[in-house]
């Protein structure tokens, strides 16, 4: 693929905004449509490759209109609980490390202004 095709396949990619199973086999379709066609013209260009397959934004608009409600649903669900679950994974990382840092400041306040409790003097 030229990088004409590759740009257009990365746009195509960007607006997708979830992963599933029928989302992975539109970009493989596609993928697909896009090497045929520059396998046909090497030299293919961005704005004859939207000319051939459409713009990558009214691709995936007429792809969610075909799409089923419930699946769009789903999907979207899945992905705020994805989202959640990051979120939540990274503010007890986040407080564990804190918590984590304090006692060891404390620590090295003990050890740096602590008593000496005894002292050992050798003489030789």
Do not use: W
């Not at 607006?15 to 090497?42: F, H, W």
């Amino acid at each position: 693929m030229n990088r004409y095709s590759k740009k257009y396949f990365r746009d195509i990619k960007a607006m997708i905004p979830s992963k599933g199973a029928q989302e992975r086999r539109l970009v493989r379709d596609y993928k697909t449509r896009i090497v045929e066609l520059n396998e046909k013209n090497p030299n293919i260009t961005y704005d004859e490759l939207q000319q051939a397959l459409g713009t990558p934004v009214d691709m995936i608009a007429s792809f969610y209109e075909g799409v089923d409600t419930d699946y769009i649903i789903k999907s979207v669900r899945t992905t705020h609980m994805v989202r959640v679950g990051i979120c939540c994974m990274l503010i007890f990382t986040l407080s564990a490390l804190a918590v984590s840092a304090g006692v060891n400041v404390r620590l090295y306040q003990e050890i740096h202004h602590g008593i000496i409790s005894h002292e050992k003097v050798i003489i030789e």
